[in-house]
């Protein structure tokens, strides 16, 4: 790694946010892979242009992972070319881990971290603290979470190389899902007896909106794992429509 300078590595880290700024169907993720590592690429092969153009060519190619997560693939990839590892097993490499790292992307963070984080914010403010207070708790903790996750991503790969594999069974990150599972489950039911007893909630709007409550439970209890994502859509339009309506009046 010492062909790589400091510099080079932390500006991959930067464009390492935007690996899904060029996402397409053709390709998905790997043009942004590619901007990511040309800093890093621009060092590994400086005064072999033609070197240099083979490989952002080749990392350009499709590639698909979850964004947080990819950062393994990005600093386990610099390893690889750093070291003069041949084309095409970079290649192999970067399309035996890009499965692994989606699915346990999208267990860690869209179904657990995001939900659990969602679900602190809401119970403080439904608790009775300050709306900026509840915001700001959300994108402090989550933005902590993701930051470190992707930090952590991009030192363990430029650490491990093409053996990422035996950090990420040391991470353990199925047994961390589970635990962030856990906490939000528990912090469900913080925020729905909140909502339900609380001065204002729906014990004090009516049978009606206690019917619908129960109602909407019912649904998500036996559908709910097929309509999480248009759900999510549909409560994200209402609570913005909501605040809006209420800072307007």
Do not use: C
């Not at 932390?10 to 790997?30: K, V």
């Amino acid at each position: 790694m010492s062909r790589v300078p400091r510099g080079a590595l932390w500006s991959s880290f930067a464009r390492s946010f935007l690996i899904q700024g060029s996402w397409n169907y053709r390709t998905m993720q790997g043009s942004g892979f590619a901007f990511a590592l040309l800093p890093a690429l621009r060092s590994i092969f400086r005064g072999r242009p033609g070197e240099l153009d083979a490989s952002v060519a080749r990392h350009a190619e499709h590639f698909n992972a979850h964004p947080y997560l990819s950062n393994l693939a990005l600093g386990a990839v610099v390893r690889l070319e750093a070291d003069g590892e041949d084309g095409d097993d970079v290649r192999r490499f970067k399309t035996a881990v890009r499965g692994p790292l989606g699915g346990l992307g999208d267990s860690l963070v869209w179904a657990s971290w995001l939900p659990a984080v969602s679900l602190a914010a809401l119970a403080l403010y439904w608790l009775g603290a300050p709306g900026w207070l509840a915001v700001a708790t959300f994108v402090v903790v989550y933005n902590v979470g993701h930051v470190g996750l992707r930090a952590w991503g991009f030192r363990t790969g430029l650490a491990e190389g093409r053996w990422v594999g035996r950090s990420l069974g040391r991470a353990a990150l199925g047994k961390w899902t589970e635990r962030v599972r856990s906490a939000a489950a528990l912090l469900l039911g913080v925020l729905a007896g909140t909502v339900l007893a609380g001065t204002g909630g729906l014990a004090d709007a009516g049978p009606t909106w206690g019917v619908l409550g129960v109602a909407a439970f019912v649904v998500g209890d036996l559908a709910g794992h097929r309509l999480w994502r248009p759900t999510a859509v549909v409560v994200v339009v209402v609570v913005a429509v909501l605040a809006t309506w209420g800072w307007a009046s």
